[in-house]
């Protein structure tokens, strides 16, 4: 069945970095735009980076020049490098395709401490 797995969340200080991976099952990953998205306490989910499937990105204002989106289609996985970690970025991330998203997997936490 489809499935969506993120890991590499964590605390870290304002000025770290993390990267999360999303392992992705049940559907042909190399056909799909893929995207992250996070969600804030109290706050709607939105999307922060999207990989095209010939690997063009996209990124929020909010983390442009900070978030990197990657992808690796042998392995059905997709990366975020995430630099210069501020206090807004924390959330639970998750990755889904970028149209017409999946049912959600359970996403990872970041927290980032000032």
């Known amino acids: 069945q489809v499935q969506l797995v993120e890991s590499g969340g964590g605390l870290v200080q304002a000025g770290g970095s993390l990267r999360l991976s999303c392992s992705v099952s049940?559907?042909?990953?190399?056909?799909?735009?893929m995207g992250w998205y996070r969600q804030a306490p109290g706050k709607q989910r939105e999307l922060v980076a999207t990989i095209s499937t010939d690997g063009r990105t996209n990124y929020a204002d909010s983390v442009k020049g900070r978030f990197t989106i990657s992808r690796d289609n042998a392995r059905k996985t997709v990366y975020l490098q995430m630099n210069s970690l501020k206090p807004e970025d924390t959330a639970v991330y998750y990755c889904n395709k970028e149209f017409r998203p999946l049912a959600w997997g359970q996403g990872t936490q970041v927290t980032v401490s000032s």
């Open positions: 049940g559907i042909t990953f190399s056909v799909h735009a």
